[in-house]
C-alpha cells in the first residue's frame, strides 16, 4: 500500500484531516501527519476550535522520495500560515516535480497557488478562492473533485467522498 503524507497546522478543517485520514488507514495505507512542528495540531470545527490530532513528522525533516502523494486538508487558518511557511511551500514543490499527487481541499489550493502549481491547471475549491486561482491561471470549475496532471482539488467537505476516491485511484 501507499504511504501518504498530510501536511498541516492549527486551524486545519476538522473534517479535511480526519475522514481522508480515517479512509486511507482504513485502506490500508500508511498515512503520517507533518505539521511546522511536531505536537498536537488543533482542527477548526465549523465555527469553533475542535479536536487535536497528533503531528508525528515536522515538515522542515520530511521529504516527497518518502512518500506515494501529498494530502492538503483545508480551512481557512491552515492554509493561509502554510503559505508563509517556505519549507512547505517547497514540500509541495517536491511533490509536485517528483510526479507524487497533491490533493488539495476548500482553501488548501491557496498553497497551490503559491507553490506555482496553478497555470494550465483544470482546478476547484472553496467559492472564495476561485478568483484566486483564476488570477494564477488556473481554469476554475465548481465540480466535486478535479484531477488534472497529478493535482487534485475539491470545494469543501460535502466533496470528501470523491476527493478521497481519487486519491485512492491517484496511489494505487
Same mark, same amino acid.
Given at each position: 500500500?501507499?504511504?501518504?503524507?498530510?501536511?498541516?497546522?492549527?486551524?486545519?478543517?476538522?473534517?479535511?484531516?480526519?475522514?481522508?485520514?480515517?479512509?486511507?488507514?482504513?485502506?490500508?495505507?500508511?498515512?503520517?501527519?507533518?505539521?511546522?512542528?511536531?505536537?498536537?495540531?488543533?482542527?477548526?470545527?465549523?465555527?469553533?476550535?475542535?479536536?487535536?490530532?497528533?503531528?508525528?513528522?515536522?515538515? /522542515? *525533516? +520530511?521529504?516527497? !522520495? &518518502?512518500?506515494?502523494?501529498?494530502?492538503?486538508?483545508?480551512?481557512?487558518? %491552515?492554509?493561509?500560515? #502554510?503559505?508563509?511557511?517556505?519549507?512547505?511551500?517547497?514540500?509541495?514543490?517536491?511533490?509536485?516535480?517528483?510526479?507524487?499527487?497533491?490533493?488539495?481541499?476548500?482553501?488548501?489550493?491557496?498553497?497551490?497557488?503559491?507553490?506555482?502549481?496553478?497555470?494550465?491547471?483544470?482546478?476547484?475549491?472553496?467559492?472564495?478562492?476561485?478568483?484566486?486561482?483564476?488570477?494564477?491561471? /488556473? *481554469? +476554475?470549475?465548481? !465540480? &466535486?473533485?478535479?484531477?488534472?496532471?497529478?493535482?487534485?482539488?475539491?470545494? %469543501?467537505p460535502d466533496d #470528501?467522498?470523491?476527493?478521497?476516491?481519487?486519491?485512492?485511484?491517484?496511489?494505487?
Open positions: 500500500m501507499a504511504r501518504i503524507l498530510i501536511m498541516a497546522t492549527d486551524g486545519f478543517e476538522q473534517s479535511e484531516l480526519f475522514v481522508p485520514l480515517e479512509k486511507l488507514k482504513a485502506s490500508g495505507h500508511d498515512v503520517d501527519i507533518a505539521a511546522p512542528d511536531t505536537g498536537e495540531i488543533r482542527a477548526w470545527d465549523k465555527d469553533d476550535w475542535g479536536k487535536t490530532v497528533e503531528a508525528g513528522k515536522k515538515i /522542515a *525533516e +520530511v521529504s516527497a !522520495e &518518502s512518500y506515494d502523494a501529498l494530502v492538503l486538508p483545508g480551512g481557512v487558518i %491552515n492554509p493561509d500560515t #502554510l503559505r508563509q511557511d517556505r519549507k512547505a511551500v517547497g514540500l509541495i514543490c517536491a511533490f509536485a516535480d517528483a510526479g507524487k499527487p497533491v490533493a488539495a481541499i476548500c482553501h488548501a489550493p491557496w498553497l497551490l497557488v503559491e507553490a506555482g502549481l496553478t497555470s494550465g491547471r483544470r482546478m476547484t475549491g472553496y467559492g472564495s478562492i476561485r478568483t484566486d486561482l483564476a488570477n494564477a491561471g /488556473a *481554469e +476554475v470549475v465548481d !465540480e &466535486s473533485v478535479v484531477v488534472d496532471r497529478g493535482i487534485i482539488t475539491s470545494r %469543501n #470528501l467522498d470523491d476527493f478521497v476516491r481519487e486519491i485512492e485511484k491517484a496511489v494505487t
